[in-house]
């Protein structure tokens, strides 16, 4: 079986990216002899469909699962209209999430985990204000898009797929609470390159 996994690195022992459409880099992976190829995510700072575009690049290259950290209404739409079955939630080591999945232990979901935007800026208290702009393309991601509180409004989603359909349960929170820390762990890390690769060219 043919899958794609999401993934910050562009061999087996990355780690696997939180983010669909942004991800860094897109594994696809023969489940049988484990023979992969890594694709550098060509979306990862487009100014928006990156989830459809990021969809289109996975169905097109024959892929029958995905496996990711999160997935918005409009990737999920298009994935599910190429027949991708669709697994949110992975974290850890790429090679042993494809075992996991080999075991049956993840599932596929029937409809988003996170709102539109999810993995853009202007989240968190963060993103817009934070280096000029850095915080759009590689921001935090509108509250993350797990909110359970009424101020905190969720972007506005696709037809049939409310608020009410994004309500985690504890343990599902607690996972994407830990996936959000990774993730602006390694946003920070990339800002701080890019100063140091800045600071070394003036």
Not at 44 to 59: D, F, K, M, T
Not at 74 to 102: C, H, M, P, S, W
Not at 141 to 164: L, N
Not at 186 to 196: F, G, L, P, S, T
Request: hydrophobic share 35%; glycine share 16%.
């Amino acid at each position: 079986m043919k899958l794609a996994i999401t993934s910050t690195g562009s061999d087996l022992n990355a780690q696997v990216d939180p983010r669909f459409g942004r991800c860094a880099f897109f594994l696809f992976v023969d489940s049988d002899t484990m023979k992969f190829e890594a694709v550098e995510n060509p979306n990862i700072s487009v100014g928006g469909g990156a989830g459809i575009q990021s969809a289109q690049l996975v169905a097109n290259k024959g892929v029958q699962v995905i496996l990711t950290g999160s997935c918005g209404p409009n990737a999920f739409q298009t994935l599910q209209a190429a027949g991708v079955q669709v697994i949110v939630g992975v974290t850890g080591i790429v090679k042993d999430a494809i075992e996991r999945y080999k075991r049956g232990e993840l599932q596929t979901i029937t409809q988003p985990n996170v709102p539109s935007h999810f993995g853009m800026g202007g989240g968190m208290g963060m993103g817009r204000g934070m280096g000029g702009g850095m915080g759009r393309g590689m921001g935090m991601g509108r509250g993350m898009g797990y909110q359970q509180t009424p101020q905190a409004p969720i972007a506005p989603q696709a037809p049939g797929m409310g608020p009410a359909t994004l309500q985690p349960t504890k343990e599902q929170e607690l996972q994407q609470l830990k996936q959000q820390a990774d993730l602006m762990k390694q946003q920070m890390d990339e800002i701080n390159k890019r100063i140091n690769d800045i600071e070394k060219q003036k």
